[in-house]
């Protein structure tokens, strides 16, 4: 079965710093990953997805995410983060042929001034 | 954004009392989906629907039912709500007419408290 693994409940960054959520998959067959955010009181959106094309992902909002195969992963990154950058992000993963996602259990990221 | 509505948005009930969220959507995508979100587990899926009439389990189905007569709308329907359904419940739709793509375009959340 699919399954995601979000390390790291809450992470906390200084205004400009780095961004680094971490995801890792588990999969049978190579599986199509997402990064969600949601904003306070919304529903989420889509930030970036990973389809087997560039191993490399660009998103919205200055994000990417580079998939990993021999490490099951799928981080989520930013090089200079923004106080507008604070939300909760979700990775996702779905199988091909699947009709459903899969969605990890969150990191709330903090911007500190 | 997409045209996808949940009502109500907030509800307050008595456990053992019969719930129905509304989900309704302008797009015509074929797939609809109820999540549950909570602390700790992220969102975890309820029921999804793959056209019509056709609908599916998911993860934590135990409890909930759903209907889809017609494209637009897909129901959620909680026989007999108990505590343990308090919970943010969200609406997604995607695919378009055709393919399961992976983007879901959410709606904005029902709250229920469930007492």
């Known amino acids: 079965a699919q399954s995601v693994t979000q390390l790291g409940s809450h992470v906390s960054v200084s205004e400009g710093a780095l961004v680094l959520l971490r995801c890792n998959y588990s999969s049978s067959v190579p599986p199509y990953l997402f990064w969600y955010v949601q904003y306070p009181n919304q529903g989420l959106q889509l930030l970036l997805k990973?389809?087997?094309?560039?191993?490399l992902v660009k998103g919205i909002n200055g994000f990417e995410a580079e998939f990993k195969k021999s490490e099951t992963s799928f981080h989520l990154t930013k090089p200079s983060a923004h106080m507008s950058d604070a939300a909760e992000y979700f990775c996702?993963?779905?199988?091909?042929?699947?009709?459903?996602?899969?969605f990890g259990q969150g990191t709330r990221l903090t911007i500190n001034p | 954004d997409a045209g996808i509505t949940q009502s109500p948005r907030h509800k307050v009930t008595e456990t053992g009392t019969p719930v129905t969220l509304r989900c309704h959507q302008t797009e015509n995508h074929r797939y609809m989906y109820w999540y549950r979100q909570d602390p700790g587990h992220g969102l975890r899926l309820i029921h999804y629907?793959?056209?019509?009439?056709?609908?599916d389990k998911g993860e934590v189905s135990d409890g909930y039912s759903v209907s889809r007569s017609k494209t637009e709308d897909f129901l959620l329907t909680l026989e007999s709500a108990t505590s343990s359904q308090t919970s943010v419940y969200f609406c997604?739709?995607?695919?378009?007419?055709?393919?399961?793509?992976?983007?879901?375009?959410f709606g904005e959340g029902s709250r229920l408290t469930v007492l």
């Open positions: 996702a993963v779905s199988e091909k042929g699947a009709q459903k996602l899969v």
């Open positions: 990973y389809t087997s094309a560039a191993t």
């Open positions: 629907s793959y056209g019509v009439k056709d609908t």
């Open positions: 997604a739709i995607s695919g378009g007419t055709g393919v399961f793509t992976g983007e879901l375009f």
